[in-house]
């Protein structure tokens, strides 16, 4: 039986309220803005996932988007308070409530709620130094954006929060029972992305989660953007000259088994549906992915007009994105890290193409 397209009119009422509550973001002209999700920090020890990829989002941060006044927006599960008291999160990661801090103190930190963090919600300044918000509208040359963490599509983890977090974490955690780990099931990562989908393609806006930690850009998957990239370096080959055809043909290679890697996962886990229904695919979603990627921390950024998904990596840990690949990594001055840009677009094209096909 066929999947509907769309929503039913329950969620769709509380994604519009949610959406008109949301606190508004303006961005001008010289404004930057990039979004992280899903660090998952931890009590430091051996179960806190946050550890590996530790000192690069630090550096990040401090050495990059602080320097250049990016505005921070952390979307949602950034302590992972389904697992860890507060207390021993906020002791372990001192350096990194530092920063955030000085985020804060020219006004350019937004602290999203996801299912693992959504408490912080009702602590007050005196527990918690940073207000916490349910989601963020953003609005950028006439253009609207909505981040949202991505739980709040899902009856499951509705279903959970009621339990509460004392509950989830004294009672139910010890015995393996009732972590929302959406990410490690397609079938819930399908439902979060499609109803996310179906709500921004509704209302013609876009939107930005995180939650199933898998990046999105444009509403493609890296499988699918793996097939489309194929595609058009093979339109681009016969008109090709000689040295360009060369590096069509090695970039070519490299997405011939980056193709078939990612084919075998979708066969051994398949969607049995069209993620996004009939009709023309809109570009209306997007993921930040995770700060606890096994490659490193992936973002969305915002700026110049231009929207971008990049990801950060130690090249000490991996060579994937060398230049070899076809990607141009940057270097973080003086250090082990590079940024990577995997794919970048202008948003005035991607409004026009949700106004035009919606």
């Not at 949301?22 to 803005?33: C, F, I, N």
């Not at 509950?167 to 959406?182: A, D, E, Q, S």
């Not at 992305?193 to 990046?215: D, M, N, V």
Request: positive net charge.
């Amino acid at each position: 039986m066929g999947l509907s397209n769309r929503l039913s009119p329950d969620l769709m009422q509380k994604l519009d309220r949610e959406y008109a509550q949301a606190p508004e973001l303006k961005l001008g002209g010289s404004d930057r803005l990039v979004v992280i999700s899903d660090l998952h920090m931890g009590g430091g020890g051996r179960k806190d996932e946050f550890v590996p990829n530790s000192l690069l989002l630090q550096a990040l941060l401090r050495r990059h988007y602080l320097e250049r006044r990016f505005i921070l927006a952390l979307n949602g599960d950034i302590e992972d308070l389904a697992g860890f008291p507060l207390a021993r999160i906020a002791t372990r990661w001192l350096d990194v409530y530092a920063l955030w801090q000085e985020f804060a103190e020219r006004g350019a930190l937004f602290k999203i709620a996801g299912n693992h963090d959504r408490e912080l919600l009702q602590r007050g300044a005196a527990d918690y130094p940073f207000p916490m918000i349910e989601s963020l509208r953003v609005a950028c040359n006439g253009h609207r954006l909505w981040l949202f963490h991505g739980h709040q599509v899902s009856r499951l983890d509705r279903a959970f929060q009621a339990l509460g977090p004392v509950f989830l974490r004294g009672v139910l955690h010890p015995l393996g029972i009732g972590n929302y780990t959406v990410r490690r099931s397609t079938s819930r990562r399908f439902h979060v992305e499609r109803r996310s989908y179906l709500y921004a393609r509704e209302r013609r806006i876009l939107a930005l989660i995180g939650h199933t930690h898998r990046p999105l850009f444009e509403s493609l998957s890296g499988f699918d953007a793996v097939k489309i990239e194929i595609e058009n370096l093979c339109r681009a080959y016969p008109a090709a000259g000689p040295a360009e055809r060369l590096r069509l043909e090695e970039r070519v290679a490299k997405l011939r088994l980056e193709y078939a890697v990612q084919q075998t996962r979708e066969m051994l886990n398949p969607r049995g549906e069209n993620l996004y229904g009939d009709g023309p695919l809109l570009p209306c979603l997007f993921n930040s992915g995770s700060g606890i990627g096994r490659h490193g921390v992936t973002a969305i950024e915002i700026a110049g007009g231009r929207i971008a998904l990049v990801i950060w990596f130690d090249r000490r840990r991996t060579d994937r994105y060398a230049e070899a690949s076809g990607y141009r990594p940057e270097r973080l001055e003086n250090t082990d890290y590079y940024r990577v840009v995997l794919k970048e677009d202008d948003l005035d094209y991607i409004f026009a193409r949700i106004h035009l096909l919606a």
